[in-house]
């Protein structure tokens, strides 16, 4: 792609011509359009998956982004060559090292297939044919996977046949293993798009696929029909039985659940299935009456769980019809969990037509919820009582008028849980109200966990009228939530410091400000952990700063852990500027992610690393993953046993 000038954006040329004197300044428009131009935020591949207003409004930025980084690459590439046309350098070797790095990520071929996918997949979820295209075009070689599972997923039917009319089929997985053919796209089809599509409700999509792919056989995925059950989805259903042969001992059970009678009854006239009291329960917690009813004609079955859940989620008039018409009855956690969720009406219901009562875990879960008329209903009609845990949990919740009306009314009190919990709860009136009017007090906890939170006034509050101060928990724990001023507040004003678990977790929550502080007022330090829990987090800013500014390093744990959650970037980095390398992990993690590129990235370079494991024990149902492994000879010989579960790859 040829690097040119970005243009200015067309809100601020309109704006720059209104004025003569201030259009001929093209430096002007030039500096305005570039504090406007948010482009500078996107990636590629997130460009693609921009949903805007106006026609091809994703497109004009894709453009826009690939024209900013060809400049960028340019510009790369001649920074690198003035460092070798002079002599000495004359450019800084953090500058070079940057370049460079630029330059592998534009050359890279597995990182430049995870663009492509990623933007593709994007692209496809919102049917945006245009981008497709534009990413077919300046992405030659490229070859297509989760876009198809994408474009299912979203119903994005006229994505799947343009992309049916550019592949060819039995194409291989991977930059290499293109045959001689007119057509350039190679698409993967057959992982789990009819799946997706069938989730999803997408009929018109499963259809078409069924006809003009492969699908996965039915034993692969009855999960499809299950979903569609789940769904109330019954033209679904229908045809997932009539067509795909489908069938599941579960899914009249899930149709049951989810209120869809007439799936429900479909099912149980066209397809053997047992009938588990679970159906029968499900239906009485998620409130489906009608479904109760019909079950109640056609040999349902339930237990104690049917109106315990349905008080629990307040469905007084499942509650009800339970009474009338079953005999199972409740336990007592049917009036403990009404009590915990606020029904007010199914607890006083209950404790006028049910003997099975409640425990004390009524009143201290409707006191920790704040549920004050029930904890007053409860005091008054009931023998149970509360446990300390009743004020702890309303104090912990800053439900204060609750426990001010326990201390009065009654005795059990409660523990330092109430002033700890209200403490990194920020609810400072109740931490004072419980110090005003409580002997209990708190522990080291409260200020910990409130400088864990970045409660500061409570830190401070705390600080001046407590004596139980804190340990260096409190700054480890304010550093590794990126709460930079409580950091300074008790490095100022505590003595207990922190631990290298400070720079450690700030650089594995990305809080870069917060390692930084502490790398120049604090003499702790950190670990190897630091480098390599970033690095899994993807946080390359915090790596590129701990491998420039600290010599602690990383371990082959940095890139492992890069590998399982998809940081490309961050692997590059680690491969151009550190040596540890990767373990044997990190073809483990890659596969089990499904990071299908940046496995074939590690078998190019780090192949003797790889220490035989049994990758497809890891890869079941990363279809093209799989396929990729078997291509390359990588999976060992299966057991007879497994090798159906193979055979749709």
Known sequence: MAARDVLPLTAATVVTRADPRVAALSH???????????????????????????????????????????????????????????SPPCVGQRRVAAAARVVCEQTDRFFRQKCFTCGMARAAARGDVPVLQWLVTHFPGCYVTLAVEAAAKNGQLHVLQWLHEQSRWGSAVGPHKR?????????????KELYYAGQEGHLHVVQWLQAHTNPMPTHMFFVTLEAAARNGDLAMVQWLCDVRGEWSPHAAMLAASGGHLDVLQWLRSHM?????????????????????????????????TAMDKAAGNGHFEIV???????????????????????????VEWLHLHRREGCTKAAMDEAATNGHFAIVKF????????????????AAMNGHLMVVEWLHRNENEGCTTAAMDGA????????????HANRKEGCTVAAMSLAARNGHLEVVQW???????????????????????????????????GCTFNAMDRAASGGHLDVVQWLHKNRA?????????SAAGRGHLDVVQWLNDNRGEGCTGAAMDRAASNGHFRVLLFLRSARSEGCTSKAFVNATTADELEILQWLFEHYRDQYGHDRLQLFGLGKFCTLQWLKQESLLEDLPESERHVYQAV
């Open 378 to 393: 409860l005091h008054a009609n009931r023998n149970e009582g509360c446990s300390q845990g009743a004020m702890d949990g």
């Open 272 to 304: 053997f299935c047992s009938s588990p009291s679970a159906s029968m329960d499900d239906a009485a917690a998620n409130g489906h009456l009608d479904v109760l009813q019909w079950l109640q004609r056609n040999a349902g079955y339930a237990t104690v």
């Open 28 to 86: 002007v428009t030039a500096t305005i359009s570039a504090f406007l131009d948010a482009s500078t935020q996107w990636t590629l591949p997130t460009a693609c998956g921009f949903a805007g207003h106006c026609p091809h409004s994703a497109l004009r930025l894709v453009q826009r982004v690939a024209t900013r980084d060809a400049l960028r690459v340019a510009r790369a590439h001649r920074l690198l060559a003035q460092q070798c046309e002079q």
């Open 524 to 532: 702790e330090g950190c670990t190897t952990e630091a480098m390599d």
């Open 423 to 434: 403490a990194r709860a920020n609810h400072l009136m109740v931490v004072q109200w419980l």
């Open 462 to 496: 705390l600080h001046s009228h407590r004596n139980e101060g804190c340990t260096s928990d409190a700054m480890d724990e304010a550093a590794a939530h990126g709460h930079l001023h409580v950091v300074q507040w008790l490095h100022s004003h505590r003595r207990e």
């Open 320 to 346: 009800q019809w339970l009474q009338a018409t079953r005999q199972e009855g409740c336990s007592t956690a049917a009036m403990d969990v009404a009590a915990a969720n606020g029904h007010f009406e199914i």
């Open 179 to 191: 045959r001689p053919t007119l057509r350039a796209l190679s698409v993967f089809w057959g992982a």
